[in-house]
Protein backbone atom coordinates (compact mmCIF):
# COMPACT_ATOMS: atom_id res chain seq x y z
CA UNK A 1 0.00 0.00 0.00
CA UNK A 2 2.81 2.50 0.30
CA UNK A 3 4.17 2.26 -3.11
CA UNK A 4 0.44 3.92 -4.05
CA UNK A 5 -0.79 5.65 -1.06
CA UNK A 6 0.49 8.95 -2.39
CA UNK A 7 -1.25 8.59 -5.61
CA UNK A 8 -4.67 8.03 -4.00
CA UNK A 9 -4.61 10.53 -1.28
CA UNK A 10 -4.35 14.39 -1.10
CA UNK A 11 -1.05 15.93 -1.42
CA UNK A 12 -2.28 17.78 1.47
CA UNK A 13 -2.79 15.09 3.38
CA UNK A 14 0.35 14.26 4.95
CA UNK A 15 1.56 12.09 7.40
CA UNK A 16 -0.11 9.20 5.94
CA UNK A 17 2.55 7.90 2.89
CA UNK A 18 6.00 7.81 2.11
CA UNK A 19 8.25 11.76 2.29
CA UNK A 20 5.00 13.01 3.20
CA UNK A 21 5.99 15.22 5.88
CA UNK A 22 3.55 16.65 8.16
CA UNK A 23 6.06 19.86 8.64
CA UNK A 24 4.51 21.12 4.97
CA UNK A 25 1.14 21.48 6.75
CA UNK A 26 2.30 23.22 9.51
CA UNK A 27 4.57 25.57 7.59
CA UNK A 28 1.48 26.00 4.69
CA UNK A 29 -0.25 27.30 8.03
CA UNK A 30 2.69 29.72 8.91
CA UNK A 31 2.73 30.87 5.90
CA UNK A 32 -0.88 31.66 5.22
CA UNK A 33 -0.96 33.51 8.51
CA UNK A 34 2.52 35.62 7.58
CA UNK A 35 0.69 36.43 4.27
CA UNK A 36 -3.07 38.17 5.60
CA UNK A 37 -0.91 39.49 8.73
CA UNK A 38 1.37 41.69 5.30
CA UNK A 39 -1.30 42.10 4.01
CA UNK A 40 -3.48 43.31 6.98
CA UNK A 41 -6.55 41.03 5.96
CA UNK A 42 -8.54 39.19 8.91
CA UNK A 43 -9.06 35.77 9.33
CA UNK A 44 -9.28 32.87 11.75
CA UNK A 45 -7.54 29.52 12.09
CA UNK A 46 -10.10 27.07 13.79
CA UNK A 47 -9.07 24.08 14.55
CA UNK A 48 -11.30 21.17 14.90
CA UNK A 49 -10.73 17.95 17.21
CA UNK A 50 -12.59 14.73 15.96
CA UNK A 51 -14.37 13.09 18.86
CA UNK A 52 -12.93 9.93 18.79
CA UNK A 53 -12.14 9.97 15.23
CA UNK A 54 -11.21 6.53 14.77
CA UNK A 55 -13.69 4.80 17.09
CA UNK A 56 -16.08 6.30 14.79
CA UNK A 57 -15.07 5.27 11.63
CA UNK A 58 -17.83 3.74 9.94
CA UNK A 59 -16.33 0.90 8.60
CA UNK A 60 -18.90 0.19 5.97
CA UNK A 61 -17.93 3.53 4.74
CA UNK A 62 -13.86 2.54 5.03
CA UNK A 63 -14.78 -0.27 2.55
CA UNK A 64 -16.37 1.86 -0.10
CA UNK A 65 -13.78 4.01 -0.27
CA UNK A 66 -11.29 1.67 -0.70
CA UNK A 67 -13.51 0.09 -3.70
CA UNK A 68 -13.78 3.67 -5.59
CA UNK A 69 -9.89 3.79 -4.71
CA UNK A 70 -9.63 0.48 -6.73
CA UNK A 71 -7.75 -1.54 -4.28
CA UNK A 72 -7.21 -5.04 -4.90
CA UNK A 73 -10.24 -7.30 -3.93
CA UNK A 74 -8.01 -9.68 -1.83
CA UNK A 75 -6.94 -6.29 0.37
CA UNK A 76 -10.63 -5.16 0.98
CA UNK A 77 -12.06 -8.93 1.26
CA UNK A 78 -9.52 -8.84 4.36
CA UNK A 79 -10.65 -5.70 5.57
CA UNK A 80 -13.85 -7.24 5.67
CA UNK A 81 -12.96 -9.83 7.38
CA UNK A 82 -11.26 -7.97 9.94
CA UNK A 83 -14.11 -5.32 10.47
CA UNK A 84 -16.30 -8.48 10.69
CA UNK A 85 -18.74 -8.30 14.33
CA UNK A 86 -15.95 -6.00 15.65
CA UNK A 87 -17.15 -3.87 18.47
CA UNK A 88 -16.88 -0.03 18.95
CA UNK A 89 -15.80 1.58 22.51
CA UNK A 90 -18.62 3.89 21.57
CA UNK A 91 -21.09 1.09 20.61
CA UNK A 92 -22.43 1.84 24.51
CA UNK A 93 -22.59 5.50 24.57
CA UNK A 94 -24.89 7.69 24.04
CA UNK A 95 -25.03 8.82 20.27
CA UNK A 96 -26.48 12.67 19.12
CA UNK A 97 -29.28 12.54 16.88
CA UNK A 98 -27.92 14.05 14.00
CA UNK A 99 -25.05 14.68 12.47
CA UNK A 100 -23.78 16.87 9.38
CA UNK A 101 -23.74 15.48 6.24
CA UNK A 102 -20.00 14.27 6.38
CA UNK A 103 -20.56 12.62 9.65
CA UNK A 104 -23.99 11.11 8.43
CA UNK A 105 -21.56 8.90 5.72
CA UNK A 106 -18.13 8.42 7.87
CA UNK A 107 -19.50 9.06 11.48
CA UNK A 108 -17.12 11.96 11.76
CA UNK A 109 -18.11 13.92 14.81
CA UNK A 110 -16.70 17.54 15.37
CA UNK A 111 -15.86 18.03 19.66
CA UNK A 112 -17.13 21.21 19.58
CA UNK A 113 -15.74 21.14 23.20
CA UNK A 114 -12.02 21.29 22.08
CA UNK A 115 -12.41 23.67 19.20
CA UNK A 116 -10.55 26.62 19.21
CA UNK A 117 -10.19 29.57 17.22
CA UNK A 118 -7.07 32.33 16.74
CA UNK A 119 -7.36 35.64 15.16
CA UNK A 120 -5.16 35.99 12.03
CA UNK A 121 -4.71 38.93 10.53
CA UNK A 122 -6.21 41.93 11.16
CA UNK A 123 -8.37 42.02 14.45
CA UNK A 124 -11.87 42.99 13.86
CA UNK A 125 -14.71 43.10 16.71
CA UNK A 126 -16.55 39.69 17.01
CA UNK A 127 -20.11 40.02 18.21
CA UNK A 128 -20.82 36.62 18.80
CA UNK A 129 -20.34 35.59 22.22
CA UNK A 130 -20.17 31.46 21.34
CA UNK A 131 -17.46 32.83 18.98
CA UNK A 132 -15.83 35.09 21.54
CA UNK A 133 -15.45 32.17 24.05
CA UNK A 134 -13.70 29.83 21.43
CA UNK A 135 -11.22 32.40 20.43
CA UNK A 136 -7.57 32.04 22.49
CA UNK A 137 -4.41 33.66 22.24
CA UNK A 138 -2.61 30.44 20.73
CA UNK A 139 -3.82 27.14 19.65
CA UNK A 140 -1.61 24.14 19.41
CA UNK A 141 -2.00 22.35 15.47
CA UNK A 142 0.27 19.14 15.06
CA UNK A 143 2.67 20.14 18.42
CA UNK A 144 3.48 23.69 17.14
CA UNK A 145 1.81 26.98 18.94
CA UNK A 146 0.43 29.89 17.17
CA UNK A 147 -0.48 32.67 18.13
CA UNK A 148 0.72 35.52 20.14
CA UNK A 149 4.48 35.56 21.11
CA UNK A 150 4.86 32.33 18.96
CA UNK A 151 8.80 32.55 19.05
CA UNK A 152 8.90 32.20 22.85
CA UNK A 153 5.62 29.48 23.16
CA UNK A 154 7.45 27.21 20.96
CA UNK A 155 11.56 27.85 22.07
CA UNK A 156 11.46 28.51 25.63
CA UNK A 157 9.99 25.31 26.64
CA UNK A 158 12.85 23.23 24.69
CA UNK A 159 15.49 25.97 26.10
CA UNK A 160 14.77 24.78 29.40
CA UNK A 161 13.93 21.23 28.40
CA UNK A 162 17.98 20.64 26.88
CA UNK A 163 19.42 23.21 30.09
CA UNK A 164 17.77 20.72 32.68
CA UNK A 165 18.74 17.42 30.54
CA UNK A 166 22.12 18.45 30.37
CA UNK A 167 22.45 19.83 34.11
CA UNK A 168 21.21 16.15 35.11
CA UNK A 169 23.24 14.26 32.83
CA UNK A 170 26.43 16.59 33.67
CA UNK A 171 28.15 14.32 36.20
CA UNK A 172 27.73 10.95 34.38
CA UNK A 173 30.71 9.41 32.86
CA UNK A 174 30.25 9.53 29.78
CA UNK A 175 32.51 9.72 26.64
CA UNK A 176 32.35 12.78 24.30
CA UNK A 177 31.46 10.65 21.44
CA UNK A 178 28.17 8.73 23.23
CA UNK A 179 27.27 12.34 24.39
CA UNK A 180 27.12 13.86 20.66
CA UNK A 181 24.60 10.95 20.22
CA UNK A 182 22.74 11.94 23.32
CA UNK A 183 22.30 15.85 22.12
CA UNK A 184 22.09 14.55 18.43
CA UNK A 185 18.75 12.12 18.87
CA UNK A 186 17.67 13.24 22.10
CA UNK A 187 18.06 16.71 23.53
CA UNK A 188 17.51 18.20 20.05
CA UNK A 189 14.76 16.16 18.49
CA UNK A 190 11.99 18.50 19.40
CA UNK A 191 14.05 21.97 18.13
CA UNK A 192 14.47 19.70 15.34
CA UNK A 193 10.63 19.58 14.25
CA UNK A 194 10.08 22.95 15.42
CA UNK A 195 12.75 24.85 13.68
CA UNK A 196 11.26 23.55 10.40
CA UNK A 197 8.44 26.31 10.89
CA UNK A 198 9.11 28.56 13.65
CA UNK A 199 12.75 30.15 13.39
CA UNK A 200 14.62 30.80 16.83
CA UNK A 201 16.24 34.10 17.71
CA UNK A 202 19.76 34.50 17.72
CA UNK A 203 19.69 34.51 21.32
CA UNK A 204 17.28 31.07 21.91
CA UNK A 205 20.63 29.82 19.63
CA UNK A 206 22.95 30.84 21.98
CA UNK A 207 21.34 29.67 25.43
CA UNK A 208 21.14 26.46 23.86
CA UNK A 209 24.79 25.94 22.12
CA UNK A 210 25.66 27.40 25.97
CA UNK A 211 23.88 24.30 27.24
CA UNK A 212 24.60 21.42 25.22
CA UNK A 213 28.82 22.62 24.80
CA UNK A 214 29.16 23.09 28.74
CA UNK A 215 27.51 19.55 28.97
CA UNK A 216 30.02 18.52 26.28
CA UNK A 217 33.78 19.63 27.80
CA UNK A 218 31.64 20.09 31.70
CA UNK A 219 34.45 22.64 31.75
CA UNK A 220 36.76 24.73 29.46
CA UNK A 221 36.17 24.11 25.82
CA UNK A 222 39.53 22.81 24.80
CA UNK A 223 38.68 22.17 20.82
CA UNK A 224 37.35 24.48 18.30
CA UNK A 225 33.32 24.28 17.91
CA UNK A 226 33.80 24.10 14.05
CA UNK A 227 36.61 21.56 14.78
CA UNK A 228 33.73 19.16 16.19
CA UNK A 229 31.27 19.91 13.73
CA UNK A 230 32.91 18.18 10.84
CA UNK A 231 32.70 15.07 9.60
CA UNK A 232 34.62 12.25 11.69
CA UNK A 233 37.02 11.57 8.81
CA UNK A 234 37.63 15.30 8.41
CA UNK A 235 39.14 15.05 11.60
CA UNK A 236 35.44 16.11 13.63
CA UNK A 237 33.08 14.43 15.83
CA UNK A 238 29.78 14.97 13.74
CA UNK A 239 28.69 17.50 16.94
CA UNK A 240 25.53 18.97 15.42
CA UNK A 241 25.79 22.88 14.92
CA UNK A 242 22.44 24.11 15.28
CA UNK A 243 22.05 27.18 13.56
CA UNK A 244 23.52 25.82 9.84
CA UNK A 245 21.51 22.35 10.51
CA UNK A 246 18.29 24.58 10.71
CA UNK A 247 19.78 27.07 7.60
CA UNK A 248 20.12 23.55 6.48
CA UNK A 249 16.44 22.43 6.57
CA UNK A 250 15.23 25.97 5.31
CA UNK A 251 17.61 25.81 1.86
CA UNK A 252 16.19 22.19 1.44
CA UNK A 253 12.42 23.66 1.00
CA UNK A 254 13.47 25.10 -2.28
CA UNK A 255 14.77 21.63 -3.22
CA UNK A 256 11.30 20.15 -2.12
CA UNK A 257 9.63 22.64 -4.18
CA UNK A 258 11.18 21.82 -7.21
CA UNK A 259 10.99 17.78 -6.91
CA UNK A 260 7.16 17.55 -5.13
CA UNK A 261 3.86 18.03 -5.85
CA UNK A 262 2.21 21.29 -5.54
CA UNK A 263 0.93 21.45 -2.27
CA UNK A 264 -0.35 24.96 -0.35
CA UNK A 265 2.96 26.26 1.01
CA UNK A 266 4.39 25.84 -2.58
CA UNK A 267 1.66 28.15 -3.38
CA UNK A 268 2.84 30.46 -1.46
CA UNK A 269 6.67 29.76 -2.01
CA UNK A 270 5.54 30.71 -5.87
CA UNK A 271 3.89 34.16 -4.88
CA UNK A 272 6.83 35.32 -2.63
CA UNK A 273 10.22 33.82 -4.16
CA UNK A 274 9.07 32.51 -7.53
CA UNK A 275 11.15 35.29 -9.62
CA UNK A 276 14.29 34.72 -6.80
CA UNK A 277 14.72 30.79 -7.86
CA UNK A 278 13.68 31.19 -11.08
CA UNK A 279 17.25 29.90 -12.93
CA UNK A 280 16.32 26.61 -10.99
CA UNK A 281 12.61 26.42 -11.96
CA UNK A 282 12.26 29.21 -15.01
CA UNK A 283 8.06 28.61 -14.95
CA UNK A 284 8.09 29.83 -11.14
CA UNK A 285 8.46 33.43 -12.57
CA UNK A 286 5.53 33.19 -15.25
CA UNK A 287 2.45 36.00 -15.16
CA UNK A 288 0.54 32.84 -14.49
CA UNK A 289 1.37 32.77 -11.26
CA UNK A 290 0.95 36.29 -8.33
CA UNK A 291 3.94 37.55 -7.33
CA UNK A 292 4.39 39.38 -4.26
CA UNK A 293 6.63 42.41 -4.14
CA UNK A 294 7.39 42.28 -0.55
CA UNK A 295 8.84 39.48 1.44
CA UNK A 296 7.88 38.46 5.14
CA UNK A 297 10.28 36.65 7.31
CA UNK A 298 10.61 33.34 5.98
CA UNK A 299 10.68 33.86 2.92
CA UNK A 300 13.44 36.66 3.36
CA UNK A 301 15.37 33.68 5.13
CA UNK A 302 14.96 31.06 2.42
CA UNK A 303 16.04 34.22 -0.06
CA UNK A 304 19.06 35.20 1.85
CA UNK A 305 20.59 31.56 2.10
CA UNK A 306 19.90 30.99 -1.80
CA UNK A 307 21.98 33.59 -2.43
CA UNK A 308 24.13 32.30 -0.49
CA UNK A 309 24.37 28.94 -1.72
CA UNK A 310 23.30 28.66 -5.16
CA UNK A 311 26.72 28.35 -7.02
CA UNK A 312 27.80 26.15 -4.57
CA UNK A 313 24.57 23.69 -3.55
CA UNK A 314 22.80 21.80 -6.41
CA UNK A 315 19.30 22.21 -5.28
CA UNK A 316 17.66 20.81 -8.45
CA UNK A 317 18.58 17.45 -7.28
CA UNK A 318 16.93 15.27 -4.65
CA UNK A 319 19.24 16.23 -2.54
CA UNK A 320 19.19 14.95 1.27
CA UNK A 321 19.15 16.77 4.27
CA UNK A 322 22.45 15.64 5.27
CA UNK A 323 23.90 16.14 2.11
CA UNK A 324 23.10 20.09 2.28
CA UNK A 325 24.12 20.54 5.70
CA UNK A 326 27.47 19.21 5.32
CA UNK A 327 27.83 21.18 1.97
CA UNK A 328 27.50 24.08 4.29
CA UNK A 329 29.38 22.85 6.89
CA UNK A 330 32.19 22.12 4.18
CA UNK A 331 32.15 25.94 3.31
CA UNK A 332 33.48 26.82 6.28
CA UNK A 333 37.38 27.28 5.58
CA UNK A 334 38.74 26.38 8.77
CA UNK A 335 41.34 23.64 9.12
CA UNK A 336 42.66 21.77 12.06
CA UNK A 337 46.00 22.73 13.44
CA UNK A 338 47.64 19.57 13.12
CA UNK A 339 47.08 19.62 9.46
CA UNK A 340 47.76 23.38 9.16
CA UNK A 341 51.17 22.62 10.45
CA UNK A 342 51.64 19.50 8.05
CA UNK A 343 49.64 20.27 4.69
CA UNK A 344 51.62 18.45 2.54
CA UNK A 345 50.00 15.16 4.73
CA UNK A 346 46.39 13.66 3.16
CA UNK A 347 44.83 13.10 6.98
CA UNK A 348 41.27 12.13 5.48
CA UNK A 349 42.47 7.99 5.67
CA UNK A 350 44.24 8.98 9.30
CA UNK A 351 41.04 10.03 10.46
CA UNK A 352 38.94 7.31 8.95
CA UNK A 353 41.49 4.45 11.25
CA UNK A 354 41.21 6.57 14.28
CA UNK A 355 37.78 6.62 14.32
CA UNK A 356 37.10 3.51 12.98
Same mark, same amino acid.
Not at 2 to 7: E, G, L, P, R, W
Not at 107 to 130: C, F, H, P, Y
Not at 178 to 183: L, M, R, T
Not at 208 to 236: M, V
Given at each position: ??????????????? %?????????????????????????? +????? &????????????? +??????????????????????????????????????? @??????????????????????????????????????????? /???? @?????????????????????? !? #???? +???????????????????? @?????????????????????? @?????? !???????????? *????????? /??? *?????? =???? &??? $??????? #? *????????? $?????????? %?????????????????????????? &???? =???? $????????????????????????????????????? &?
Amino acid at each position: MAKVINQLIDVNQTG %AGPNKKITENIYGIDSIIELMEMNDW +NGYLV &SFDQEKAFDRVEH +NYTIQVMKKMNFPPGIVRWMEIIYKDIKKISDYEHLVKE @FKRFGEVSGSKINESKTEILEIGRKKTVDNQQIKDLIKGNIKV /LGIK @FGENKIDKNWNPIVETITKTCK !E #WENR +NIDIYSKVQIINTYMLSKAW @FVARVILPTQEITKRINRAIYK @FIWNGP !ELIKRTTLNKKK *KKGGIQMPD /LEE *KINAMW =LQKI &SDM $INGKPTI #W *KTLFTYFLG $ITTRELMPEL %AENKYSHSEHLGKNAKKIKELYIQYR &SKIK =LTEN $ITLKEIYYEIIGQKKNRITVEEQNRGIEFTNIWTLIY &S
